[in-house]
């Protein structure tokens, strides 16, 4: 039963009742499993390239560029950088007084490599009088991190990665703001010299992003030769979705529902309200300093020009098929495209008559197209790329989480463990249709793929519920192409060790 004040907060969320009635109901029945036909493999979904292949397709990127295209670099940033420092403030509350784990030691070991060392150790001697080297001498380990992860000093673990100090070349010190600014310039950059940059964040940290942008944008389009249109939006609270107690019953703290954002899902509305031709996605932490970064624009280049001619032929076909004057020769050309290509597949095709056929082509033709980078799996976690059954009976390239596979069937542990590759969140899109119109992109998720989860709020365990992925579930619908890019373009930071990788360290 809803109370006035429940139906303040919904009309104030813009979340309606029907809603919220929805999600409380997916609590209860949960998300069904995927139905996955195979893994994606070399030669199954994945596009292997040459070196002909890379030149070929880097020239088609750049020559794009230069003949008008708007492009917008699209940066998920609203994330905290808590989970980036887990194992310190684990250490900080273990009661243990020196490192033990090996993680804990090869922090300390490696601390003067950190880009952030000289800030830390300012703040170690603003707050202890002693800086890191010689509190570390002492035996008060716990005071260096406590100086490092909480507002007695640098207050990393609440800020989020974008702003925190990833490298160091010489004196200067690098965020990964300031890294995705210079990547935009080098592979984003249209033709009057612009380059646009729209980054995801939290409310409270939007002036600090500000204040830093503000303070370098200057000298970086000096270096660079640019000009930065720059833009920032937060998760929309009607994105939010509603927690519930262990028995689906919706939780409430003081009598008030509780609400969490949900997920990287939610950002599917975000980039929905983009205006651009193309958009590249990447997340925050995805980044390496300058000396190293070549390999990096080098192919996300090349996966522009991959989809480039994918719109380009997508557009000819539709061109075709709406004008009527096709053969059948040349829709079965079109059939061929979508199978190899595409890897989209009905089995029933052949009995479907022919103007059934131009419709079923028509319609899939018609959808937003996104280009994804796939790397050999080493181990990381991630989704991976596989190709999956959708409720309309095709079969289509999808990026899958392990949470989605039924491990019960034996088949769908084997097809986890030969994965051979994963998604690193590599993404170009092209969000328009062939008209020039800009797709409406909620209509293309799966609300069939969220994920619940357990968490922790005020000592309770309560569920929480996150929208289909957005480079997941809430792509579904689209037009999917996989390309193997090399590994040196995946350099995610998800600990704050991961820094002290020679990729990091440039």
Known sequence: MLTQEDL???EKKGITTEVLEAQINRFKTGFPYLKVKS???VGNGIAKLTEENVKHYTAVWNDRLANGCKVVKFVPASGAASRMFKNLFEFVSSGRQAPETDFEKKFFDGITKFAFYDALNEACVKKHGKDVAALVNDGRYVDVVKCLV???????????????????????VHTPVEEHLEEGAQYAKDKNGIVNIHFTVSPEHRAAFSK??????????KEWGVK???????QKSSTDTVAVTMDNVAYRENGKLVFRPAGHGALIENLNDIDADVVFIKN???????KLRDVTVEYKKVIGGVLIEVQKQIAEYVKLLESGKYTMEQVREVVAFMHDVLCTRYDDTKKLEDSELVVYLLKKLHRPIRVCGVVKNDGEPGGGPYIAYNSDGTSSPQIMESAQFDKSKPEAVEMIKNGSHFNPVDLVCYVKDVDGTHFDLKKYVDPDTGLISEKSKSGVT??????????????SDWNTVFVEVPIETFNPVKTVNDLLRPQHQG
């Open 228 to 234: 930065y249109d720059i833009s920032m939006s937060e």
């Open 8 to 10: 303040k907060l919904l």
């Open 150 to 172: 909480t507002n007695d000093g640098l207050d990393y673990g609440s800020l989020p990665k974008g702003l925190l100090s990833f490298h160091k070349t010489e004196t200067i």
């Open 212 to 221: 830093l942008i503000n303070a370098r944008i200057s000298e970086v389009e």
């Open 284 to 290: 925050i932490d995805n980044v390496v300093p300058r």
């Open 39 to 41: 893994v994606a493999t």
């Open 462 to 475: 309560i569920k929480a519920l996150e929208l289909p992925g957005l480079w997941n579930g809430s792509m």
